[in-house]
């Protein structure tokens, strides 16, 4: 009977009648070396499926980038356009208000406002009827608890139409907006929104000339691309009464009424606040 061995044994013949020699290797390194051959090549099969997959992948995230760039470009192209397109408007209502000066957008009559490059007193008239004397600030000029409605901006500034309103998309400068645009003709009376005071007024890079009235409520309001100014700093004024003219001054395309309203600081959408604006 044959013995049972736990070896292998190799013989190696080499070539020109060299000398025989045997290699004698047990039977589990062999399988060993047999399962790991198996275990390499099935790991490096898995391993070449999963790096075509990433492949794949980064190939399309790398389309994916391609096309959000490109919609970026577009979508920057579209709100230029837009914005372009809102100047036209702006000048076309602009035109058209000059070419029928009797006849405001809506169809209503408006008002002629030709007497306004002469200013008399009797223009500082307010809507209660009351005047205003600059020339004599008392402390009964200062807002008291009876006053409070009339410390509220809610009218119209300007008799104007909004072509332009308040946004807070900062992601932007073209669609950043912190007030309202109203349209109107040249030299057009503005009136002041709520009694308060004159906090400031000056020359903007941007807005033109510009005035700040202070409402002693928290709330303010700023009026800009002005082209004269009818009261000045630290005055009163009360609520309807005119402060200045409608201009083009600062960064503007045409008349226009900058109206910005800020409570406690901080901006917020004056048209919210209109009362008499339809």
Same mark, same amino acid.
Request: aromatic share 10%.
């Given at each position: 009977?044959?013995?049972?061995? $736990?070896?292998?044994?190799?013989?190696?013949?080499?070539?020109?009648?060299?000398?025989?020699?045997?290699? =004698?290797?047990?039977?589990?390194?062999?399988?060993?070396?047999?399962?790991?051959?198996?275990?390499?090549?099935?790991?490096?099969?898995?391993?070449?499926?999963?790096?075509?997959?990433?492949?794949? +992948?980064?190939?399309?995230?790398?389309?994916?980038?391609?096309?959000?760039? +490109?919609?970026?470009?577009?979508?920057?192209?579209? =709100? %230029?356009? #837009?914005?372009?397109? $809102?100047?036209?408007?702006?000048?076309?209502?602009?035109?058209?208000?000059?070419?029928?000066?009797?006849?405001?957008?809506?169809? +209503?009559?408006?008002? $002629?406002?030709? @007497? #306004? &490059? +002469?200013?008399?007193? #009797?223009?500082?008239?307010?809507? &209660?009827?009351?005047?205003? &004397?600059?020339? %004599?600030? @008392?402390?009964?000029?200062?807002?008291?608890?009876?006053?409070?409605?009339?410390?509220?901006?809610?009218?119209?500034?300007?008799?104007?139409?909004?072509?332009?309103?308040?946004?807070?998309?900062?992601?932007?400068?073209?669609?950043?907006? %912190?007030?309202?645009?109203?349209? !109107?003709?040249?030299?057009?009376?503005?009136? !002041?929104?709520?009694?308060?005071?004159?906090? &400031?007024?000056?020359?903007?890079?941007?807005?033109?000339?510009?005035?700040?009235?202070?409402?002693? $409520?928290?709330?303010? #309001?700023?009026?800009?691309?002005? @082209?004269?100014?009818?009261?000045?700093?630290?005055?009163?004024?009360?609520?309807?009464?005119?402060?200045?003219?409608?201009?083009?001054?600062? =960064?503007?395309?045409?008349?226009?009424?900058?109206?910005?309203?800020?409570?406690?600081?901080i901006n917020i959408d004056p048209l919210k606040y209109l009362l008499n604006y339809k």
């Open positions: 009977m044959n013995k049972k061995t $736990n070896h292998y044994t190799l013989m190696f013949i080499p070539e020109n009648n060299g000398k025989p020699f045997t290699l =004698r290797v047990h039977k589990n390194i062999v399988h060993s070396m047999f399962v790991f051959l198996i275990v390499f090549v099935s790991c490096l099969g898995v391993l070449l499926y999963k790096a075509g997959e990433i492949a794949v +992948k980064l190939q399309m995230l790398y389309i994916v980038k391609l096309e959000n760039e +490109k919609l970026s470009i577009e979508n920057k192209q579209l =709100r %230029q356009i #837009t914005d372009k397109f $809102n100047k036209i408007e702006v000048m076309y209502y602009y035109l058209n208000k000059l070419a029928n000066p009797g006849v405001s957008v809506n169809g +209503k009559s408006s008002k $002629n406002h030709d @007497s #306004t &490059d +002469k200013i008399s007193d #009797t223009q500082f008239l307010v809507h &209660d009827n009351d005047t205003m &004397d600059f020339s %004599q600030r @008392s402390s009964s000029s200062i807002p008291t608890g009876k006053e409070d409605h009339k410390s509220i901006p809610n009218i119209v500034p300007v008799d104007g139409w909004v072509t332009r309103q308040f946004t807070k998309d900062k992601d932007s400068s073209e669609f950043y907006h %912190q007030g309202i645009d109203f349209a !109107a003709t040249l030299r057009s009376p503005i009136k !002041a929104t709520a009694f308060g005071f004159v906090e &400031d007024i000056k020359n903007d890079p941007y807005l033109g000339l510009i005035i700040t009235i202070n409402h002693e $409520n928290g709330y303010t #309001t700023k009026y800009g691309h002005c @082209s004269q100014v009818l009261i000045s700093k630290n005055d009163y004024v009360k609520k309807g009464q005119m402060i200045a003219l409608v201009g083009n001054t600062g =960064r503007s395309t045409a008349p226009h009424l900058h109206y910005e309203l800020l409570k406690n600081g």
